[in-house]
């Protein structure tokens, strides 16, 4: 009877076939068209989990990066699908390669993209509406903030070498990043199609009014959209590049003290959009996988432990291991007093800022900093003050600041402060630096003027410097040359961890 049964059972088996294999998880992707705000084709790769059900799933949206069309983050995406089951859309922001319309330097029309595309993957391709996050890099990471604080159904949001003062990263302190300016103008003509706001700010940058770009600033910064982000409970990790020469970090820190929701921030090596370059790619990556950890966490709902690890993550930009803070450092400091002196301006010396996307670059993967020999720089064109030695090294973590006392003999005079380690043979790294316009011939004046933070190991034995000279090829300088500046008695603070 038994040996019947078993007889019975093969036979059907062969008959009906063998019950299905469980699919393991894995992805699937789609080249799709997406209808924006005003019925702007947007193209867009749209990455599904398989073997994972029916859905509906968890969604994330990927707004592509400035020049950069969609392909930009499928291998993140595709790791995201297989491995934490999320619908992922990746798109070409509008104005650029595959999508249509035209550039508006993230305007309405752009932020609006983003709650478009979410409206169609909820309606297409089984993802939840009540479980979004948006994340990007560059453009995409400030469309990711701006769209957060548009759109309540984004619950989490991972902006990545982003802006969130447009003003003050291309026009620091009244001075043009002429280089990040220049890069990002020749590649939106490369790769899209200028729109009248981008066609009139470049009109400005070449005619020396770039002043008068200012206003469109304000409703492109999510800086100025921190309430809403706020309200809305949205959880933010930022992850920005200490050399990043397009958006700077200050102005990243000082978003994420203003956030009151749930919020991380990692500051690492390197220029922009090199930290988080190869985990767009799918690759092994620490800031892609905290993001990930970020959207399971805040998107998903899963207890992950990453809400109770401390919020501020520093990795040291000339190596180490990443540093951990409860909140923005702003412990022990050491202060220089500054002597005064008179120097020369309008001509270059060879302290410099060094180029962007190349200098972070090599300071970010090789540990190349931009350099400085101390004795080769001309006093009579910069001022030099040398600062304590630490016989036993430090680390300097946060924001150095500078209270300078100035005499301009022109109307206007563009000043480059540089903060550099100096070993015993008078060799430099460039620690951070700031760019700062004064106004004013023959007024003394007092500037309070923030450096770029950071965190820098100084080697035992060093010691640090600050050269301020009035030229600098990464930006456009105003000074006259001839004219002197004459330098009163001043201050640096540079903060301790």
Known sequence: MRRSLVL????LTSLLGAPAAIAAPGHRISYESI???????LKAFVVEPTGQGDGPFPLLVMPSSWAVPNIEYVGAAA????????????YTSRGFWDSGGEIDIAGPDTVGDVSKVIDWAVANVHADGTKVGV????????QSLLAAANDKRIKAAAALSTWTDLARSLYPNSTVNKQAVEVLLAAGHATGRPGPVLNEAE??????????VLPISAGRSAASKVAQINANGTAVLLGNAWNDGIFAPGQ???FYTKLTGPK???LSPGDHATAELFGAAGLPNEIWESVGRWFDRYVKGTANGIDTEQPVQLKPNNGGTWRKFGAWPSGAADTMQLDGKRIYAGWNTVADSGTILLSGALQGFLNIPTGVSLPFVDRNLAAVWNGPQYPDGATLAGTPKLRLTVTPSAETTTLFAYLY???????GSLITHKPMKVTGAGRTQTLDVELEPTVWNVGAGDRIALVIDTVDPRYVTESTRGSTVTFGPSSLTVPKA
Do not use: N, Q
């Open 203 to 212: 009109d400005a940058y070449h005619d020396g009014r770039f002043s008068e």
């Open 252 to 254: 990243v820190a000082d």
């Open 135 to 142: 994340a990007g890099i560059s453009y995409g990471a400030g």
């Open 421 to 427: 380690e100096v070993g015993p043979l008078g060799l």
């Open 264 to 266: 991380r921030l990692m």
């Open 79 to 90: 790791k995201l699908a297989k491995e934490s089951g999320y619908v992922v859309v990746s």
């Open 8 to 11: 019975v059972l093969v036979l």
């Open 35 to 41: 209808s924006g705000v005003g019925g702007t084709t």
